[in-house]
């Protein structure tokens, strides 16, 4: 059996929403260089929805994989909404993921959570 | 689909010659090799002729060689072996920063039973330090365990001059892990001075499943299996003929074949260690330059991580493998990188190529041809690459900064929840 599930292998090779948002309304970052995974989040929302999501992750295939995931899982959902999607949802929409990469569905949703975070307190300023 | 294996210090493809040599032992020679009746003495006679043909690739008498299953079980029965045999001598071992988890963990198990143990340290390029050995030298030191070739970033030492300083400043025993080294370069038991030393067919084009020791005459050894009689008394079981007779067979071939073999497949690193860093920015060569293994290409890849390296170079047939973090089961950047002190963050990027005899110019220009693409793809999707174009600096990581949110720094792990 292959080491990473045939999706997590097609969000690897073919990650959706890679890239930055210019003036992006929240940005979230998780990670560090040293532990090899690193991920940086960007949210456009409008009228409580997320309306786009960009990332940029260095990592390994899993973490590049949870980060096209929840990418997409986010797209479209309420600020509420986003906030309660678990890693393990991340794993689940993946088609589950090798027991010592689960790690990286964590980082996955906390970057996200992060950047609309970020949102939220700048909303409250 | 292409198929270009480049992880041959995991395992080699077997020599067909080596396989012609296994076949009779499976079907029509299956007799115990410790029965005296003719079908066992055919066996008998297949484990003696591989043992001369393993004792003369070394420079050693058969009755030096104790077959084994595997390069771990040899490193276990030297370190634990010797050690206990000499425990009334002393107490005191010292192993190399970057030996095989064969070997550490040999020695970290010899702890439990009592023993001190002693990392020698490696420079930046892997060389073991010479002065720093001769300092951790003690009048109880009993055996010093140092690799002939490191696998990983392909540092050969000089295992005479290091065998010279412990015997002139200790009278500890000396075993080399000598598994790369053995049917790569010129590798002579009397002459390194060595007292044990290990091989295993698995990386030298013959088969899983057959390994030796060699132990010098006269120095005592304690089974860590025990049972029967075979191997001298000193390896119980028994003995796996066919992978042995692939096994004599590989290194007859070996002896052969080391200069040729060398020759071509050094030329081939020596393309992709010259032509890679011309292709692509921010990588950097680890391991030693000269006393290099012919086979080892070992770059850190700035700005992207190992295994995505891995994994999108096996999309294109391509394999390899990486000492980064997430590549290891455990979690952790190579204990080798790490001794060496490559900086943290950009070891994660390491990828490392290791030919074989049957690589080929045409595989290596399609690797040179692919890997740049590959890098740029996922430096694409780096954060730590587009902070460095924005700012022209490093993304500063590590403790106290805000990139060390929830991480633990000693394995960056979080606890699943």
Same mark, same amino acid.
């Given at each position: 059996?292959?080491?990473?599930?045939?999706?997590?292998?097609?969000?690897?090779?073919?990650?959706?929403?890679?890239?930055?948002?210019?003036?992006?309304?929240?940005?979230?970052?998780?990670?560090?260089?040293?532990?090899?995974?690193?991920?940086?989040f960007?949210?456009?929302?409008?009228?409580?929805?997320?309306?786009?999501?960009?990332?940029?992750?260095?990592?390994?295939?899993?973490?590049?994989?949870?980060?096209?995931?929840?990418?997409?899982?986010?797209?479209?959902?309420?600020?509420?909404?986003?906030?309660?999607?678990?890693?393990?949802?991340?794993?689940?929409?993946?088609?589950?993921?090798p027991?010592?990469?689960?790690?990286?569905?964590?980082?996955?949703?906390?970057?996200?959570?992060?950047?609309?975070?970020?949102?939220?307190?700048?909303?409250g300023? | 689909?292409?198929r270009?294996?480049?992880?041959?210090?995991?395992?080699?493809?077997?020599?067909?010659?080596?396989?012609?040599?296994?076949?009779?032992y499976f079907?029509?020679?299956?007799?115990?090799?410790?029965?005296? !009746?003719?079908?066992?003495?055919?066996?008998?006679?297949?484990?003696?002729?591989a043992r001369?043909?393993?004792?003369?690739?070394?420079?050693?008498?058969?009755?030096?060689?104790?077959?084994?299953?595997?390069?771990?079980?040899?490193?276990?029965?030297?370190?634990?072996g010797?050690?206990?045999?000499?425990?009334?001598?002393?107490?005191?071992?010292?192993?190399?920063?970057?030996?095989?988890?064969?070997?550490?963990n040999?020695?970290?198990?010899?702890?439990?039973?009592?023993?001190?143990?002693?990392?020698?340290?490696?420079?930046?390029?892997?060389?073991?330090?010479?002065?720093?050995?001769?300092?951790?030298?003690?009048?109880?030191?009993?055996?010093?365990?140092?690799?002939?070739?490191?696998?990983?970033?392909?540092?050969?030492?000089?295992?005479k001059?290091?065998?010279?300083?412990?015997?002139?400043?200790?009278?500890a025993?000396? +075993?080399t892990?000598?598994?790369?080294?053995?049917?790569?370069?010129?590798?002579?038991?009397?002459?390194?001075?060595?007292?044990?030393?290990?091989?295993?067919?698995?990386?030298?084009?013959?088969?899983?499943?057959?390994?030796?020791?060699?132990v010098?005459?006269?120095?005592?050894?304690?089974?860590?299996?025990?049972?029967?009689v075979?191997?001298?008394?000193?390896?119980?079981?028994?003995?796996?003929?066919?992978?042995?007779?692939?096994?004599?067979?590989?290194?007859?071939?070996?002896?052969?074949?080391?200069?040729?073999?060398?020759?071509h497949?050094?030329?081939?690193?020596?393309?992709?260690?010259?032509?890679?860093?011309?292709?692509?920015?921010?990588?950097?060569?680890?391991?030693?330059?000269s006393?290099?293994?012919?086979?080892?290409?070992?770059?850190?890849?700035?700005?992207?991580?190992?295994?995505?390296?891995?994994l999108?170079?096996?999309?294109?047939?391509?394999?390899?493998?990486?000492?980064?973090?997430?590549?290891?089961?455990?979690?952790?950047?190579?204990?080798?990188?790490?001794?060496?002190?490559?900086?943290?963050?950009?070891?994660?990027?390491?990828?490392?190529?290791?030919?074989?005899?049957?690589?080929?110019?045409?595989?290596i220009? !399609?690797?040179?041809?692919?890997?740049?693409?590959?890098?740029?793809?996922?430096?694409?999707?780096?954060?730590?690459?587009?902070?460095?174009?924005?700012?022209?600096?490093?993304?500063?990581?590590?403790?106290?900064?805000?990139?060390? +949110?929830?991480?633990?720094?000693?394995?960056?792990?979080?606890?699943?929840?």
């Amino acid at each position: 059996m292959a080491f990473y599930s045939e999706k997590v292998m097609d969000h690897f090779a073919n990650p959706r929403n890679v890239g930055e948002i210019e003036n992006a309304d929240g940005v979230g970052e998780v990670g560090n260089p040293v532990c090899g995974d690193m991920m940086t989040f960007y949210v456009k929302i409008k009228d409580d929805k997320v309306e786009d999501v960009k990332f940029k992750t260095f990592g390994c295939g899993a973490a590049i994989a949870v980060s096209s995931m929840v990418s997409e899982m986010a797209i479209g959902k309420t600020v509420d909404e986003v906030m309660n999607i678990t890693n393990a949802d991340v794993a689940k929409e993946l088609g589950g993921l090798p027991p010592n990469k689960m790690h990286c569905s964590n980082l996955g949703a906390d970057a996200l959570h992060r950047a609309v975070e970020n949102y939220k307190s700048k909303q409250g300023k | 689909m292409k198929r270009i294996y480049l992880d041959n210090q995991s395992n080699t493809k077997l020599d067909r010659r080596a396989f012609e040599a296994m076949l009779p032992y499976f079907e029509e020679c299956y007799g115990n090799p410790q029965s005296i !009746y003719s079908l066992g003495a055919v066996s008998k006679d297949a484990l003696e002729e591989a043992r001369k043909d393993v004792a003369n690739l070394i420079g050693a008498h058969p009755e030096e060689i104790i077959f084994t299953s595997c390069a771990s079980e040899s490193n276990n029965l030297a370190v634990k072996g010797l050690a206990q045999a000499l425990k009334s001598k002393g107490r005191h071992i010292i192993a190399s920063a970057i030996e095989h988890f064969s070997v550490l963990n040999s020695a970290k198990r010899l702890e439990k039973e009592g023993f001190e143990v002693s990392y020698a340290p490696v420079d930046s390029k892997g060389n073991v330090d010479k002065d720093e050995l001769k300092k951790l030298l003690r009048k109880d030191t009993i055996l010093v365990s140092i690799q002939h070739a490191n696998p990983e970033v392909g540092t050969i030492q000089n295992i005479k001059e290091l065998v010279s300083i412990v015997k002139e400043n200790s009278a500890a025993l000396f +075993h080399t892990d000598a598994v790369c080294a053995c049917g790569v370069i010129d590798v002579n038991v009397v002459d390194l001075g060595v007292d044990a030393l290990t091989l295993a067919a698995s990386v030298m084009y013959g088969p899983k499943g057959a390994a030796a020791l060699f132990v010098k005459k006269g120095v005592k050894i304690i089974p860590q299996t025990d049972g029967g009689v075979q191997e001298f008394s000193k390896r119980a079981g028994t003995e796996n003929v066919p992978a042995i007779a692939g096994f004599g067979q590989a290194c007859k071939i070996a002896a052969r074949e080391l200069e040729s073999n060398a020759a071509h497949i050094q030329k081939l690193r020596d393309k992709l260690i010259k032509e890679l860093p011309e292709k692509i920015e921010h990588i950097y060569l680890n391991g030693a330059v000269s006393n290099r293994l012919a086979g080892n290409v070992n770059f850190s890849v700035e700005f992207v991580e190992g295994e995505a390296l891995f994994l999108l170079l096996d999309a294109k047939g391509i394999m390899a493998a990486s000492g980064s973090a997430c590549a290891n089961k455990n979690l952790k950047l190579s204990h080798v990188l790490a001794a060496m002190n490559v900086d943290v963050a950009v070891g994660q990027g390491s990828i490392l190529f290791t030919l074989s005899k049957y690589n080929t110019q045409e595989e290596i220009d !399609y690797v040179l041809n692919e890997f740049p693409a590959i890098v740029q793809k996922l430096r694409d999707m780096s954060p730590l690459y587009s902070h460095f174009l924005k700012t022209g600096e490093r993304k500063i990581a590590g403790p106290g900064t805000d990139y060390d +949110h929830d991480h633990d720094n000693d394995h960056c792990q979080i606890e699943n929840s």
